[in-house]
């Protein structure tokens, strides 16, 4: 097969947008609501909730915002230690660091590549007493070991803080990520399943505590006719013109969770032979494959031979974006000197960086594409 370089750049996640978006926005246009609340901002975190069978939603500017007001919600203060995943993206954790307290970074397991909860039992003991919260990601879209993590977090009498914000749709034990914690967070940035260009929601079954995140959300403002504040305030409210994009974009959640497990699908058959394997998932869970990954066997890292730069370069060349799976937390600069809990032997995480790749897994990528992005990786091994 003669493969050219494609003229359009083969993405990894990109936005996709049907139009039907904008009849939402219109609303917001014509009742002149072009605010950081409005009808869309309510009806958007109804719609959520109910889609994900969860009480209550907030809607914030940000993921990150969520997860900030998540982490203030649990109490975290000065000096307290959050047990996070180490193989994430910053977000998850940049929040702790907000509040002065104290990451501690929790290694994967090779089953999901999320949180070793063998590992986050040796935390819960060595940091007991101290631990505020467990901040658990589901990574790329595939859930964690949830059932193992909730009876540590039980057992220790530590909430859950669950960072959904790469798994949106997708289910455990036919129950959505995102609605095991005391607290949860998704994202609905431009590269997320589904997008409002930007922002985030935290859900809870705790009415009380997310009315206390919708007024931190919006500076704080006590209930009184002048500016009145007796508490720290936030400017991380969703705006009611984005809140209609998320409106019409919810319309499309499961087709593009479809779209990207037929994308997976695909990967795992065109590799076949190949001395690599994809992120892997527990077979009763149903993740959504935000990002579809390769992981190339050890000896041909080990032997320079095909290493996931090397894919990376060669598929450069071609348009195509792909990118090293995320940079575990412990082996970031700005984290340096803090603890990390391995249960095994070497770091996990640290294991998958080295040898794992994302591939494009937009959702508007051709059959096609694909079989060409399938036949460029399959030449390096030859
Ligand atoms: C994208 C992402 C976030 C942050 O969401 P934003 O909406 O971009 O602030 C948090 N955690 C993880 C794991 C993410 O991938």
Redesign the pocket.
């Known amino acids: 097969m003669e493969i050219n370089r494609f003229e359009n750049r083969v993405w990894l996640s990109s936005p996709t947008i049907y139009g039907e978006e904008q009849k939402f926005v219109q609303e917001a246009f014509d009742t002149n609501w072009i605010a950081p609340l409005g009808p869309n901002v309510d009806a958007f975190e109804k719609e959520i909730a109910e889609y994900m069978g969860i009480g209550h939603g907030a809607a914030t500017s940000?993921?990150?915002?969520a997860?900030h007001l998540a982490y203030k919600l649990a109490g975290v203060q000065q000096g307290d230690i959050v047990l996070c995943s180490d193989l994430?993206?910053s977000?998850?954790v940049n929040p702790i660091s907000y509040e002065k307290a104290i990451q501690v970074f929790v290694d994967s397991e090779r089953d999901t590549w999320n949180m070793d909860p063998r590992a986050l039992e040796i935390a819960l003991e060595k940091y007991k007493g101290r631990v505020k919260a467990v901040a658990l990601?589901h990574?790329y879209g595939s859930p964690a070991k949830i059932d193992e993590i909730m009876e540590l977090c039980q057992r220790y009498d530590v909430p859950l803080i669950e960072?959904a914000?790469?798994s949106l749709s997708a289910t455990y034990k036919g129950k959505q990520t995102g609605t095991f914690g005391k607290y949860n967070?998704i994202?609905?940035?431009g590269?997320?399943i589904i997008t409002t260009s930007?922002?985030?929601m935290l859900l809870s079954e705790d009415e009380e505590a997310i009315k206390k995140a919708r007024k931190w959300s919006t500076q704080a403002r006590d209930n009184a006719p002048w500016y009145q504040h007796s508490e720290l305030g936030y400017n991380y409210r969703m705006s009611n013109v984005l809140a209609g994009i998320g409106r019409g974009q919810l319309l499309h959640l499961e087709e593009h969770k479809a779209k990207k497990q037929a994308i997976y699908r695909m990967y795992e058959e065109g590799f076949k032979g190949l001395p690599v394997s994809m992120n892997p998932y527990l077979e009763y869970t149903d993740p959504n494959f935000w990002l579809s990954c390769l992981l190339i066997d050890e000896d041909v890292v080990a032997s320079g031979k095909v290493t996931p730069e090397k894919v990376r370069l060669y598929l450069e060349e071609y348009n195509v974006e792909t990118r090293p799976v995320w940079k575990p937390m412990h082996m970031q600069p700005i984290f340096e000197g803090l603890d990390f809990i391995s249960y095994e032997e070497s770091s996990v995480g640290k294991d998958l960086f080295e040898r794992g790749l994302c591939l494009p897994s937009d959702v508007k990528m051709s059959e096609e594409t694909q079989k060409q992005v399938i036949e460029l990786i399959k030449e390096l091994f030859k």
Do not use: C, P, R
Not at 62 to 65: D, E, Q, R, V, Y
């Open positions: 940000a993921g990150t915002a997860l994430t993206f977000a998850t990601v990574l960072d914000a790469e967070i994202s609905f940035n590269n997320k930007g922002g985030g």
